[in-house]
């Protein structure tokens, strides 16, 4: 079946490092690909996605390659900021399907 | 505007009540979902309703119950509350059937049972 795999957080940081969240996946076909964030008593909100291989997805800083070899979507940021502190959930949809697999969620926290 | 609402936002009860939790949506979506958040930041689907039809129906029990009367709304009813039903419940939405299923996130109820 489909599954997401993505590493365990926390991840500590300070202001201005380098982020990387590993995202694994498992699927038939070729899905899409999602990385959603979760700031402090707030829903999920989509941060970028990617729908075939090869794309990469960006947004305020973030970047994320489909990468169909590795099976992989790691989401990369150069500076993190304290106001990226959130849970990063990477998920999958298949085309066409109405279910998406969300991974466990990695928690950031960025320090001043 | 909001596009995916929830309410109440906080819901504090005694177990064993019943409670509804309420959604809707001002984006025109087709697709509408439950989710279950526990403490851990765990993610799990419910139900799903595509154009009022039951499409998703995870293992859950049959103490909770969907409701759809319209596109725009989903509601969640759930019976003989238990102290396992404490968590976030999120509502979101989607236009799945077009390319990416892009979900859309109410805020959450937070459901506390005593």
């Known amino acids: 079946g489909n599954s997401v795999t993505q590493m365990e957080g926390p991840v500590t940081l300070s202001e201005e490092a380098f982020l990387t969240i590993n995202c694994t996946y498992t699927?038939?076909?070729?899905?899409?690909l999602f990385w959603y964030v979760q700031y402090p008593g707030e829903g999920l909100q989509l941060l970028l996605k990617a729908t075939k291989a090869d794309d990469k997805g960006s947004n305020k800083g973030f970047e994320a390659t489909y990468r169909k070899e590795t099976t992989s979507f790691h989401l990369e940021k150069g500076s993190v900021q304290v106001s990226d502190s959130a849970v990063y959930f990477c998920a999958l949809s298949r085309t066409g399907g109405f279910k998406t697999i969300f991974g466990a969620g990695t928690r950031l926290f960025v320090k001043a | 505007d909001t596009a995916v609402s929830q309410t109440p936002k906080y819901l504090v009860t005694q177990m064993g009540n019943d409670k509804s939790i309420k959604c809707e949506q001002n984006l025109g979506h087709d697709t509408m979902y439950w989710y279950k958040q526990d403490s851990k930041k765990f993610l799990k689907i419910m139900f799903s309703y595509n154009n009022k039809e039951l499409i998703i129906n995870e293992t859950v029990p049959n103490r909770f119950s969907p409701k759809s009367p319209d596109k725009a709304h989903l509601n969640l009813h759930i019976n003989s509350l238990e102290l396992g039903d404490s968590a976030v419940y999120f509502c979101?939405?989607?236009?799945?059937?077009?390319?990416?299923?892009?979900?859309?996130f109410g805020p959450g109820t937070r459901l506390t049972v005593l």
């Open positions: 979101a939405s989607s236009q799945a059937l077009t390319s990416g299923n892009e979900q859309f």
């Open positions: 699927a038939t076909g070729y899905p899409s």
